[in-house]
């Protein structure tokens, strides 16, 4: 087997010559690729939109979550490098990493090297607890989206529901229990929504100072191995 193809550090020797134009190897299947491009319009759109509540902001929401619900399948079905199993580590590897990569010793990896990993699974939770709670907030406040059967329509809840009705017997005594209790579920998934859109930016911001930090530790365009889905095969 060659030892390039696997997401262990290849070992450099001290005199590797930089941006070598040598043989490149696939990395990034299609699906990966297309799915990460995807993601950034998708998410800028969802940003941009998010005071408005448009068409625009909710179906930008749903494509990230079409992404995320796929590329979380991807990662137990997909190829290679796509599989969780290739590059999530635990929190000692992806230390020792970033520690590598201030010190300038950090190795290389053909796949998501250990902090990447853990970055790609912090991006796909976020993006997920995101899109859910907008799809919660869309149904409280609309009674729409997928979400909709889930949570109580406005004055008249289900009694096939039994969430809903439950929840709101702690509030029997109360003159207008139903709508007091909608308006708390509201806010809160109104403020999950708020504050997990939050962490996404935060997240992405980091990702993108990490892509940075390791294409100029590796001395490689990853951006670029993100568009052709090929890095080069050696160090
Ligand atoms: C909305 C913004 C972004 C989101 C949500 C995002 C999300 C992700 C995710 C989920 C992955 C893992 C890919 C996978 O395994 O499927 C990833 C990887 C990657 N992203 Fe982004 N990304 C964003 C912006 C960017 C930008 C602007 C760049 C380019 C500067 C970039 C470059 C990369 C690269 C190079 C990788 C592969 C990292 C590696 O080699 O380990 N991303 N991104
Ligand atoms: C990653 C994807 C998403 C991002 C980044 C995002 C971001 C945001 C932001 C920043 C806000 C403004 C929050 C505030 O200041 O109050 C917002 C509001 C909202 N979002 Fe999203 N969102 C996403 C996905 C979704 C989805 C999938 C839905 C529903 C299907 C949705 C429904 C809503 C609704 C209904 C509001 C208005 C909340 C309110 O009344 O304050 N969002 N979103």
Do not use: Q
């Not at 399948?73 to 590059?87: I, L, Y």
């Not at 992405?204 to 191995?225: F, Q």
């Amino acid at each position: 087997m060659n030892d390039a193809t696997t997401n262990s550090p290849n070992h450099e020797t001290p005199e590797t010559p930089p941006m070598e134009p040598g043989r490149e190897i696939k990395v990034w299947d299609l699906l990966v690729r297309l799915g990460h491009w995807t993601l950034v319009i998708a998410f800028t759109i969802a940003w941009l939109t998010g005071e408005e509540e448009s068409a625009l902001h909710i179906w930008s929401g749903y494509i990230i979550a079409g992404v995320v619900a796929l590329r979380l399948c991807w990662g137990v079905v997909g190829t290679r490098h796509a599989r969780f199993s290739d590059f999530v580590r635990g929190p000692r590897a992806v230390f020792a990493y970033l520690r590598g990569l201030a010190a300038g010793t950090a190795p290389r990896y053909l796949g998501h090297n250990p902090a990447g990993g853990a970055m790609t699974v912090l991006l796909l939770v976020a993006l997920a607890v995101t899109t859910v709670s907008g799809m919660m907030v869309y149904a409280i406040e609309e009674n729409a989206g997928p979400l909709a059967g889930f949570v109580a329509s406005t004055d008249a809840p289900s009694p096939a529901l039994g969430l809903v009705p439950m929840a709101l017997a702690d509030d029997d005594e109360e003159e207008n229990g139903h709508r007091v209790h909608e308006e708390e579920g509201e806010e809160l998934w109104e403020e999950i929504h708020e504050v997990a859109a939050n962490l996404c930016l935060a997240l992405i911001i980091l990702h993108i100072l990490g892509v940075i930090a390791s294409s100029l530790a590796h001395h490689e365009n990853l951006p670029r191995a993100m568009v052709t889905g090929r890095k080069r095969a050696e160090n």
